[in-house]
């Protein structure tokens, strides 16, 4: 099964900047979920985009989604020490499928 | 309201022994799924259950792995006759309905195999 490949494997910027991170997969998906992991505990869901949508928000995160591309990308704006975590894309098709991450740090 | 929640949150057992790890889904929830997690990695998809019925057990490893949700909540991980390579963080979601809708994860057990 197919899963999403997040990219970078690593940033890290200074508070206040955007951080911006790719998932890119390679059939066709109903939906794509991005989430957020801190210290290899539990994930917590951010957001979900349908296959028919192309851009969603949620505060200061901003999802888009190109099926002809095949890929995600997830924008933190104004970013905060707090953001400071591993995210994922989930890859919902025939089963939730998730990459390596993107390591996010946050450096006040 | 709760969230969806794992117990224990972290078992040492020893190379050879059985174990169980336990999630309690979120409340009406019908979907429930099990994922492995090992460091460095994303979380791997093991078990799906719609309410009491494996409904895609695929990622299952091998046979020594089994998972039961006989009233169609709470369910349980069981892994027999361990190996110091099934050491990872055990994480379970649920959904509302089926896995297009967005999963709620729990917090994870956390398996040391010695």
């Known amino acids: 099964s197919q899963q999403g490949e997040e990219d970078p494997q690593a940033l890290s910027i200074q508070e206040g900047e955007n951080a911006t991170m790719n998932c890119s997969y390679k059939?066709?998906?109903?939906?794509l979920q991005w989430y957020r992991q801190n210290s290899g505990r539990g994930l917590v869901h951010l957001i979900l985009?349908?296959?028919?949508?192309r851009e969603k928000h949620s505060g200061r995160l901003r999802v888009t989604l190109d099926t002809s591309k095949k890929s995600s990308s997830l924008l933190i704006t104004a970013s905060r020490a707090a953001d400071t975590a591993s995210y994922f894309c989930g890859i919902s098709g025939y089963a939730l499928n998730f990459g390596k991450g993107t390591s996010l740090l946050v450096t006040p | 309201g709760a969230g969806v929640s794992q117990t224990p949150s972290n078992k040492v057992t020893e190379k050879g022994k059985y174990v169980e790890l336990r999630c309690d889904p979120i409340s009406g929830h019908t979907a429930l799924y099990w994922y492995r997690q090992s460091l460095g990695q994303g979380p791997e998809f093991l078990i799906y259950f719609q309410g009491t019925g494996a409904a895609d057990d695929s990622g299952l490893p091998n046979d020594r792995f089994f998972a039961v949700r006989p009233e169609g909540s709470v369910s349980t991980l069981k892994i027999q006759r361990t190996e110091r390579g099934d050491s990872a963080v055990y994480l379970c979601a649920s959904s509302l309905g089926g896995r297009q809708e967005t999963q709620y994860f729990g917090p994870g057990t956390r398996l040391l195999v010695l």
């Open positions: 985009i349908r296959s028919n949508e």
């Open positions: 059939t066709s998906i109903n939906n």
